[in-house]
């Protein structure tokens, strides 16, 4: 079987929409039927506010492509991230971004999974 669609090359931190200081840039690279979907973000010394968390209904993986980020917990736990450094953060878990890299970009790559419904098993 072949297929008439060619396939796509770029640069991770190329491309797509640039963050302002204290900002996030957000890009979807492929998306799939039923929800899943690969997106990049550029962050710039970003902080989600301290009242906000993100509660999301999918298991989403993050990994820090470059630069530096920290994740906070409502238990008041950070986990810092430093370039390679992956989270696997399943559906329904509250976090949000405490800081990206000051000094520049932080390039992340995320895989968003299905949703799913809050009465499924959460591994």
Not at 37 to 65: C, T
Not at 73 to 94: M, S
């Amino acid at each position: 079987m072949t297929t008439s669609v060619p396939p796509t090359f770029g640069r991770l931190a190329q491309g797509g929409p640039r963050p302002a200081a204290g900002g996030e840039a957000f890009l979807d690279l492929l998306t799939a039927p039923g929800g899943a979907r690969i997106e990049r973000i550029l962050s710039h010394n970003a902080a989600g506010p301290a009242d906000f968390w993100y509660e999301q209904d999918w298991d989403e993986f993050v990994l820090v492509v470059s630069g530096a980020a920290a994740l906070a917990f409502p238990d008041g736990r950070e986990q810092r991230l430093d370039a390679g450094d992956y989270a696997i953060l399943p559906a329904f878990c509250r976090h949000r971004v405490a800081w990206t890299d000051p000094a520049g970009e932080t390039v992340w790559l995320a895989v968003h999974m299905p949703p799913r419904t809050r009465d499924v098993a959460t591994p």
